[in-house]
Nanobody, 115 residues
């Protein structure tokens, strides 16, 4: 199973980016899709997730700035990132959690926020 992550880039502080994660339909319809990030020397952390039914969850550090959403027609989850800060600089990973046994990761996409 492949998740296709895209949308990273470089922006100045205060700017915006949108990340996309496309998943196979069979996975997308039942999985909790999440975005994680990992900065150099730090542990990977959950940024935001969205369940199949639409329930969302956000890290405190991004609440009010990031929005996660699902497009069922395109089997794609988006992470809209606004008011970006230098501390948001990280490699962002897309994750699909189907069960404890079945979990899938996409390739990382780098987000760099300059001050």
């Amino acid at each position: 199973v492949q998740l296709q992550a895209s949308g990273g880039g470089s922006v100045q502080a205060g700017g915006s980016l949108r990340l996309s994660c496309a998943a196979p339909g069979s996975i997308f319809s039942i999985a909790v899709i999440g975005w994680y990030r990992q900065a150099p020397g730090k542990q990977r952390e959950l940024v935001a997730s969205i369940a199949a039914g639409g329930t969302t969850n956000y890290a405190d550090s991004v609440k009010g700035r990031f929005t996660i959403s699902r497009d069922h027609a395109k089997n794609t989850v988006y992470l809209e990132m606004n008011s970006l800060k230098p501390e948001d600089t990280s490699v962002y990973y897309c994750n699909a959690l189907v069960s404890r046994r079945y979990e899938y990761w996409g390739q990382g996409t780098l987000v760099t926020v300059s001050s």
